[in-house]
């Protein structure tokens, strides 16, 4: 994607430092799911450092539109708006920098961009060693969501405190995060931003959470 998703990448993990751990405490992820920390690092690990032309992850965005409602025939891989730049780019992992986010709770990003129609869709998939794990991708829900300081500290607290495959919507309906149950020792979260920013309307925060929940439900 342009300068806009890859700067929010490059910003989240010293960013999250900024953000107190005591707001994002929760559960830890439950059992029997295929996605381990081990396995999404080797993953993360494995991509180029310029980001890669299909996401490494099994996502099927037009099954999980379908799912929530959405016309899943008018979805496809990459963005619309960003036509060109990397499907898929990873952090953390090996490319973690001391000091950072995904350095301090050694972890690791893959990020995907995709397109319903018009509207982009990133999903951001993110473990960490220990909870918790949405706290990297607070930059990124900020700037999704276009949330005050005040009400993202809120959403981070009600995210840390879900349950695996609880979906946490923002109040601007367009950003949907589910805590991942993993295979052993972790935390985890998927992350979805359809478009931009709305007025959360009813019908939006369904389909942004029934999306969020079917893509969830493909790595988990």
Known sequence: MTQGRQGRQRLLIAAALLIPVALVTGCQGGDGAALSLSGLTETADGMPDDGADTCPLPYDVAEAAEAAGLDGAAAGTGSVADEGE???????????????GLAENPGVLVSCSFHIGKEDVEVHTVAT??????????????????APLDDLSTYLQRA????????????????????LALDGDGDAYLLVGVGEAGDGAP??????????????????
């Open 86 to 100: 990397p499907v898929a780019t990873a952090e953390g992992g090996k490319r973690a920098e001391p000091g950072s």
């Open 129 to 146: 060693r220990s909870p918790a794990a949405i706290a990297p991708l607070a930059p990124v829900v900020q700037s999704l969501s276009g």
């Open 160 to 179: 840390g405190d879900a349950k695996a495959g609880d979906v946490v919507v923002t109040d601007s309906g367009n950003v949907a995060a589910v805590r």
């Open 203 to 220: 019908d939006r925060t369904r389909q942004v959470a029934g999306l969020a929940e079917a893509l969830a439900g493909q790595v988990g």
